[in-house]
């Protein structure tokens, strides 16, 4: 079975501060990786995601990730972040079978 | 995102009593995916519907819950004979194809309390 773990619980920075927040998985498969955000008392809205191609993707508000596939990893990373960033971030996995599992989730605060 | 409707947003129930929670995916979605909400927990995901099927319930516990998705209406998650450890927030999701390089478009939750 898939499985996604994404090792940071919860991380508090400052604003203007670096962000990185891992997810690996286990799928020997083909897979499409997801990373999902949600902000307080919102629903889930996608971030960014990869099928193929270039490994390092883009996604909205400043956001990126890259899919180290000998790691099984698909770290989200953001150069400043904002207050505006506060939120639960959560990395998605998509495989055979056409599930999608979810990881347990990283809350972020940031600090004015 | 307004495309996934679910209801009601929060809903307060007795143990002993049933929960129904409904789910309209996006326009021109046919397939509905249902997740519960645990803190620390992240999104498990319960079960896997199309139109009149349920394509995988592998998440689903044994008892008491049960999914279906008609021809004709929005998803329903019933839970029967609610207890408190049910309480929890359900997510419903749609895509419209099998999800292989899709995306999922969540709805806004429902929250259930069980007194």
């Known amino acids: 079975a898939q499985s996604v773990s994404q090792h940071n619980h919860h991380v508090i920075l400052s604003e203007a501060a670096s962000l990185e927040l891992g997810c690996n998985y286990s799928y020997g498969g083909t897979v499409n990786l997801f990373w999902y955000v949600q902000y307080p008392g919102q629903h889930l809205q996608l971030l960014l995601k990869y099928f193929s191609g270039d490994p390092l993707v883009k996604g909205i508000k400043g956001f990126e990730a890259e899919f180290i596939k000998s790691k099984f990893s698909f770290n989200l990373r953001k150069p400043s972040v904002q207050w505006s960033d506060t939120a639960e971030y959560f990395c998605a996995v998509n495989g055979a079978g056409n599930q999608f599992y979810f990881g347990t989730g990283t809350s972020l605060t940031v600090i004015p | 995102n307004a495309g996934v409707m679910q209801n009601p947003r929060h809903l307060v129930r007795r143990r002993g009593q049933e929960a129904r929670l409904r789910c309209s995916p996006m326009?021109?979605?046919?397939?509905v995916y249902w997740y519960r909400q645990l803190p620390e927990e992240g999104l498990k995901f319960m079960v896997y519907l199309q139109k009149e099927n349920i394509i995988d319930e592998s998440g689903m516990p044994k008892e008491r819950f049960s999914a279906e998705f008609p021809k004709e209406g929005p998803s329903i998650l019933r839970i029967q004979q609610v207890v408190r450890g049910d309480s929890a927030a359900y997510f419903c999701?749609?895509?419209?194809?099998?999800?292989?390089?899709?995306?999922?478009?969540f709805g806004e939750g429902s929250r259930l309390t069980v007194l």
């Open positions: 326009k021109g979605h046919s397939h």
């Open positions: 999701a749609s895509s419209p194809d099998r999800g292989g390089t899709g995306e999922l478009f």
